[in-house]
């Protein structure tokens, strides 16, 4: 077991149970402290409409590649008009939640990891303690509660803009029947993508808040402790995107295919 | 009144103290001096539970707070205010922000009233009108102060200093012992400062406790200290070195 312990699946249980137990504390936190709106209102506004202009190119940049290539493989079985139908329950689903939550997390996990280190290295972090503040009350529960708000309404606003792009690409740049492609899109796109696409962002906000949150008051000394903080953060949050991405397909498929 | 018993910390295989006890009664002005790495800023920092030890316990005023956690800890840390080495000012944050914080966290008090109580303890220590200053905006004594009428707007019992005076000129370190002494005796709090400083140390305790080897090696006051014929304290005292051993 020792061994097991030195490895570095040891270090990343490890890490996995911190947050966990991170994740507790927020929530005995919602319901034992008072929110600073004030602080919620900045994170929302630092998560949300700073994030805007990733959000909108990423978003409209998928929707017109995914446009367009699968225009170029339906074209040769002529279905043409099913172009939007792929692009928007792929954009639902999986793209849309999937990238902007890996945006979300380079912008600002990146952004909450490099702030909370700095303020460990600085003794900002003992400083609220000695106010007789906790850290999880003051600077995880805003950021965790702006975080799975802001996800969930950029996401839908990527989803939208890549579904408008590719409708635009697909009419005015590949010649598709527009009304045919409209209607496609509206008869197999349900409301279960678009429910599952926003579970999935509302999740990955917690993730980047968190796993930021996590990174950056447990960093190591100095300028390094702060640089591998911000590193760690991005590279951790975008990967346990990625494979509870695939967990959560499965589950909320299967949930959505029972209801 | 604190009480420290048996205190043993290490981080990883590095043993930094190892049985330290004492105790300082209410309104005692307390100073704990060691060389450089000797765990004094450990010890502070474990009487107000920012560290947990390894063994032992640290009472503050007959409560045990060894193995409490975050949230059992907050109501016994209003009885302290800290002033860090570096003030751990908040620097997104005005001063009159950093100063009120614990008030307007606590959210029972106006906003009149708040500024009124800023603009007391930033008279306290003689920094008037600059409330609305960024830290960035502050030289390094001036940060210093701030971070001291923060510890005690609040009118802790206790206040912790760590390393008040280091990088500071001599002037400036003055006015920061002043400034220690007119708190204490003005709130009549109990002090407990770590330095390295010999003329902080000299001015501001009336005990002195050196911490060497993991453990308290030498107390008492600062003449019993000053005129101590324990050669590793007369060594520390006046500094001298010995470029043979590499911890001095």
């Known amino acids: 077991m020792n061994f097991l312990a030195n490895t570095w699946v040891g270090t990343w249980l490890e890490g996995l149970g911190q947050i966990t137990l991170l994740a507790k504390e927020a929530i005995v936190s919602l319901f034992r402290s008072r929110i600073s709106w004030r602080d919620l209102i900045y994170q929302l506004y630092f998560m949300g409409v700073k994030s805007q202009s990733v959000v909108i190119i990423t978003g409209a940049f998928t929707g017109m590649v995914l446009g367009a290539q699968t225009y170029f493989q339906f074209h040769k079985v002529k279905m043409d008009t099913a172009t939007l139908a792929v692009v928007s329950v792929s954009m639902c689903s999986e793209l849309g939640p999937v990238l902007t939550g890996l945006m979300v997390a380079g912008r600002v996990g990146a952004a909450i990891a490099a702030e909370l280190a700095t303020m460990r290295v600085t003794e900002q972090i003992d400083a609220l303690r000695t106010l007789a503040t906790h850290p999880v009350d003051y600077l995880v529960v805003p950021r965790l509660l702006a975080a799975h708000i802001a996800l969930p309404l950029l996401t839908a606003e990527a989803i939208t803009l890549g579904i408008g792009a590719g409708y635009v690409v697909g009419v005015y740049l590949l010649g598709i029947d527009a009304t045919y492609l409209w209607s496609n899109m509206l008869k197999y796109t349900s409301t279960s993508d678009v429910a599952i696409g926003l579970i999935k962002s509302f999740i990955y906000g917690g993730i980047v808040a968190l796993v930021g949150c996590y990174k950056g008051m447990n960093c190591g000394e100095g300028a390094e402790g702060v640089g591998r903080a911000t590193t760690e953060s991005v590279v951790y949050s975008s990967i346990t995107i990625l494979i509870s991405n695939f967990f959560l397909t499965l589950s909320l498929g299967a949930v959505f295919n029972t209801l | ?248």
Request: net charge neutral.
């Open chain 2, 1 to 248: 009144m604190i009480e420290v018993r048996d205190l043993k910390k290490s981080f990883g295989s590095n043993l930094v103290l190892d049985g330290v006890s004492l105790r300082i009664e209410a309104g005692e002005s307390v100073v704990i001096i060691g060389r450089s790495g000797s765990g004094k800023s450990v010890l502070l920092k474990h009487l107000i539970g920012l560290l947990q030890p390894d063994a032992g316990q640290v009472l503050i005023d007959g409560e045990d707070i060894v193995g409490m956690n975050e949230r059992e800890l907050l109501p016994v840390r209003r009885k302290f205010g800290m002033l860090f080495q570096g003030a751990a000012l908040f620097d997104s944050m005005t001063v009159a922000e950093n100063v009120g914080f614990a008030f307007r966290r606590d959210r029972q008090m106006s906003a009149s009233e708040i500024q009124r109580r800023v603009a007391a303890a930033l008279e306290v220590v003689d920094l008037p009108d600059i409330e609305d200053k960024k830290p960035s905006e502050l030289s390094g004594g001036m940060k210093k102060r701030v971070g001291l009428a923060r510890a005690i707007v609040y009118q802790p019992q206790i206040v912790l200093y760590d390393e008040p005076t280091t990088g500071l000129d001599p002037i400036v370190a003055d006015s920061i012992d002043q400034l220690i002494l007119r708190v204490r005796d003005r709130f009549e709090v109990t002090s407990v400062v770590v330095t390295h400083d010999m003329r902080t140390a000299r001015r501001v305790g009336q005990r002195i406790l050196m911490l060497h080897e993991k453990k308290i090696y030498a107390a008492g006051t600062p003449d019993e200290i000053f005129s101590s014929g324990d050669p590793l304290v007369r060594r520390f005292i006046e500094g001298v070195s010995d470029l043979k051993e590499p911890q001095f």
